[in-house]
Structures are given as C-alpha cells and as structure tokens.
C-alpha cells in the first residue's frame, strides 16, 4: 500500500530561521499529497496539498513541491515565526478502490520556533 | 458551522469497561472518518462513512470496535472490554465527497485505560 516517511524530529529553531521538513513517499501511481498542522490544543488542519507531479503547494508562507523523480514532498518556509510552532504531518491517500478517502499520515515533526 | 466537534475530549476507564465517543462532523459533509493517533505517531485510519454506509474498516479496528452512523449525521465510536493498549487519541474527521482528502479534524477524544 501506499507509505509516507517524514524526517525524524524534533526540530528547534529560533525565529526567522529558514525550515524544510523532508517527506518521501511510496505510492502506486501518482497521488495527490498533503501537509497537514497541529497546533497545540487545536484539531489536525490541512496546510497545503498538490495534486500532480510538479505542483507546488503554498499557503501561509510554506510551500511544498511534488517532485515524482526524487518521490518527495518536503516542506519549507523561508522564515519560521513563533506561531508556526506545531506538528507538522505528511500525508497521502491510500490506494485506489475502496481505500479513496483514507489518509495514511508520517509519523509527525514536532517543530519549536523560539525568538 | 462550528467545525468537527466530538464528546468527551476526556475519558478514563478501568480496562474491561465499554466506552463511546460521539463525533459531529461539518453539516454539509457526507464522508466521516475515524482515526487513532498514539503518543509520537501519525492518525492511524481505523474506518469511515459515506453517508450511513461503512465503507472500510482497517485491519486495526479488531471486533471489539465498532462504529456506526445511523443517520448519515453524527457517528458513534464504541469500544468494548478496553485494554490498556487502547489508550490513545481518537480523532474524527469529516469531508465532501468531490474533496474526500481535505479532511477538516475534530479535536480529538483522549482515552486512558487504567
């Protein structure tokens, strides 16, 4: 089935520091892929996503490229602020059939952005 | 609309006790999903619904579990004769159909088993 291996943390770094969190993945096919957040206290939230290869996703200053040669996903942010402190989860949809709709997450970044 | 709401967001049980967890998912949503999450790791998927149908049940969700949604609304999560390595985080999550994988999560319910 499909898989997803993100970078072990965690990871500290101090505000306006440059942040990439890398993702690979194995999958059948090319699937969409996904980074979801967790702040602390707060329900898991889509971040980002890309639907095909090449994509680049973007929001809130992150951005993710779908790179199919490298079977990446990694995601960066040029400068971290305080707020951006969270869990930060990998994603893709599992296999085709019966499988659309279920998510198979990495195990989690645990990224601490101190001032 | 408030979001994915579940209840409780707490819950302790002595092992060998049953416990249900209700989810309330996004009002125009028709999928609904369960999810386990341990300490350091990802959500697990454990099932979920289109409407009032249970379209998969992963091989983690043994017999003791089971989940339902009656109406095609709110979702109830049942776990009988818990066992201490059932204490995790049990998180649901709901979408559209035309977007299935842009899931909008609940909180969360923390089970405890002592």
């Known amino acids: 089935g499909n898989s997803v291996t993100q970078m072990e943390g965690p990871v500290t770094l101090s505000e306006e520091a440059f942040l990439t969190i890398n993702c690979t993945y194995t999958a059948t096919g090319y699937p969409s892929l996904f980074w979801y957040v967790q702040y602390p206290g707060e329900g898991l939230q889509l971040l980002l996503k890309?639907?095909?290869?090449?994509d680049k996703g973007s929001n809130k200053g992150f951005e993710a490229t779908y790179r199919k040669e490298t079977t990446s996903f990694h995601l960066e942010k040029g400068s971290v602020q305080v707020s951006d402190s969270a869990v930060y989860f990998c994603a893709l949809p599992g296999a085709g059939g019966t499988s659309y709709g279920k998510l198979t997450f990495g195990q989690g970044t645990i990224l601490t952005v101190h001032p | 609309d408030t979001g994915v709401s579940q209840d409780p967001r707490h819950k302790i049980t002595k092992r060998g006790q049953n416990v249900t967890f209700r989810c309330d998912p996004i009002?125009?949503?028709?999928?609904l999903y369960w999810y386990r999450q341990t300490l350091g790791q990802g959500p697990e998927f454990l099932t979920y619904?289109?409407?009032?149908?249970?379209?998969?049940k992963s091989r983690l969700l043994s017999d003791r579990f089971s989940a339902e949604r009656p109406k095609g609304s709110f979702s109830t999560l049942e776990i009988q004769r818990t066992e201490q390595g059932d204490s995790a985080m049990y998180l649901c999550a709901s979408s559209g159909s035309a977007a299935a994988y842009e899931q909008y999560f609940g909180p969360g319910t923390r089970l405890t088993v002592t």
């Open positions: 619904f289109q409407n009032e149908a249970q379209l998969e």
């Open positions: 009002s125009e949503h028709n999928r």
């Open positions: 890309a639907t095909k290869a090449d």
